[in-house]
């Protein structure tokens, strides 16, 4: 069974950093993109940042330049490094990953449960 669990959250003042990991488990062929998301309170889901198996990256236009995702792919992790963090950026966040399990001829979609980023004025 595959699974993504998130870690890294907490509390940080307006711009500081933190550094968020997601690491997938399991009976894993194959991971293709991994993305980040976020859900702040009141608001829609919205893509955060993602990165193909090659290393391809793409920001949100509200987090580029202070927001840098990564992966290590021997660790089946992604990262998102995030600097010079605002109030706005508080949020529930997100990670998910198409996989392709062991033994499967196709590619699925996990998500994780996510983990709070909250930062204060």
């Known amino acids: 069974q595959v699974q993504l669990v998130e870690s890294g959250g907490g509390l940080v003042q307006a711009g500081g950093s933190l550094r968020l990991s997601c690491a997938a488990s399991g009976s894993i062929f194959s991971i293709n993109a991994m993305r980040w998301y976020r859900q702040a309170p009141g608001k829609q889901r919205e893509l955060v940042a993602s990165?193909?198996?090659?290393?391809?990256?793409n920001n949100a236009d509200s987090v580029k330049g202070r927001f840098t995702i990564s992966r290590d792919n021997a660790k089946n992790t992604v990262y998102l490094q995030m600097n010079s963090l605002k109030p706005e950026a508080t949020a529930v966040y997100y990670c998910t990953a198409a996989i392709q399990p062991t033994g499967s001829k196709y590619r699925y979609g996990y998500w994780g449960q996510g983990t709070q980023v909250t930062v204060s004025s």
């Open positions: 990165i193909t198996s090659g290393g391809m990256t």
